[in-house]
């Protein structure tokens, strides 16, 4: 699945320290922190964009992502050269997720692209202590699909995340799409139900590419499904 991750505490705050200093009227596009360089942008359904860079002092094959929608920035992550979550920040709240070394079954991109399919199971520990496992699989359906120019293959995925304790925090399922160019995942449609029993549907599916040079480059500006949120939210107030 997409296994979102984050920045080092260090250079996130450093990070976040310097898109603060922008200028409102600046931050229409993405500047890297000093010493990365921005790869691609991504403009999801469900109204988000993610930036997607790499950095010279991490560790070759990392990625880096920032992710956006209409209140700005929201989300860091970073990955490695196999497509595990290194680490991931949530801007809003400061926390910080890190992954646990010496997983039971790390996630492999590469094997994945070999054999069809792929299993995982790894923890994760935040900033507040809070420890959190992860298992499932990702698995190659066989079907290609074009979007925007970029050819790309549809995975079906699962997982399931519990507490320390072994308590089911939330089961999530749905489909989502590789690049093998990008060495990457991208979101798609995902059913997640929660411990409450809530459950909730999305769609973060990549609808436009922009490279170096093309029109979009840097963009946060969110593009897609944007006026669709926006006239939920009168009916979620009249059901509320």
Wanted: glycine letters at 10%; proline letters at 5%.
């Amino acid at each position: 699945m997409t296994h979102l991750p984050l920045l080092r505490a260090a250079t996130g705050a450093a990070f976040l320290a310097a898109l603060s200093a922008t200028p409102p009227a600046m931050a229409a596009n993405f500047t890297p922190p000093a010493g990365c360089s921005l790869d691609l942008t991504v403009q999801n359904r469900g109204c988000t964009v993610a930036q997607v860079y790499r950095c010279d002092a991490d560790p070759q094959g990392w990625q880096r992502t920032a992710l956006f929608d209409r209140d700005g920035l929201y989300y860091l992550s970073a990955i490695d050269a196999e497509t595990r979550w290194m680490e991931s920040q949530s801007t809003r709240t400061g926390i910080l997720d890190r992954l646990v070394e010496n997983a039971p079954d790390d996630a492999s991109f590469s094997g994945l692209v070999a054999t069809g399919e792929d299993s995982f199971d790894f923890w994760t520990q935040s900033t507040s202590g809070e420890l959190l496992h992860h298992v499932g699989g990702d698995r190659l359906t066989g079907e290609t699909v074009t979007i925007d120019g970029q050819p790309l293959e549809r995975t079906e995925f699962e997982l399931t995340t519990t507490d320390g304790s072994g308590k089911v925090l939330i089961r999530r399922h749905g489909s989502q799409y590789i690049s093998r160019e990008f060495g990457r995942f991208f979101g798609g449609l995902e059913t997640a139900r929660d411990w409450s029993g809530k459950t909730e549907k999305s769609d973060d599916s990549p609808a436009a590419f922009a490279l170096p040079g093309e029109a979009g480059f840097g963009d946060t500006t969110p593009q897609f499904d944007c006026d669709q949120l926006l006239s939920q939210i009168p009916q979620e107030r009249a059901a509320s």
